[in-house]
C-alpha cells in the first residue's frame, strides 16, 4: 500500500513559478518504478504532466517543455515539479501519481490557480 501527498498548490500570477512536491509512504520493501505527475482542469480530461522513472528517464506533456521541470527530492520517494513561466492554462488540479508495476496509486491532488 502506497499512500502519497501533495503540497504547494496556491495562486500565481502569470509568468510566476512554484513548486509542488509529492512524498510516497510505502513499506522498506515497496518498490516504486515510477512517479509522475497528471493535472486535470474543469471538462477537461486528466492529463501527463511529467513522469521521472526509477533510472531517471523524463517524459514531459509537450504543454509544459521547457517550462516545467519534474526531479528527485531529498526525502525517500520524493518527487518535485518546478514549475515556471505559468500560464493561465495551467490552472488544474495536479495528481501526484506512483507506479509499483502493473499497479498505480494517486494522491488527493493540489490546486494550481494561474491568473492575473
Known amino acids: 500500500q502506497v499512500q502519497l501527498t501533495e503540497s504547494g498548490g496556491q495562486f500565481v500570477h502569470p509568468g510566476g513559478s512554484l513548486q509542488l512536491s509529492c512524498v510516497a509512504s510505502a513499506s522498506d520493501d515497496t518498490f516504486i518504478n515510477a512517479m509522475k505527475w497528471y493535472r486535470q482542469a474543469p471538462g477537461t480530461q486528466r492529463e501527463l504532466v511529467a513522469r521521472i522513472n526509477v533510472v531517471g528517464n523524463i517524459i514531459y506533456g509537450d504543454s509544459v517543455k521547457g517550462r516545467f521541470t519534474i526531479s528527485r527530492g531529498d526525502a525517500k520517494n520524493e518527487v518535485i515539479l518546478q514549475m515556471n513561466m505559468v500560464k493561465p492554462e495551467d490552472t488544474a488540479i495536479y495528481y501526484c501519481?506512483?507506479?509499483?508495476?502493473?499497479?498505480?496509486?494517486w494522491g488527493q491532488g493540489t490546486q494550481v490557480t494561474v491568473s492575473s
Open positions: 501519481g506512483a507506479e509499483l508495476g502493473a499497479r498505480e496509486y
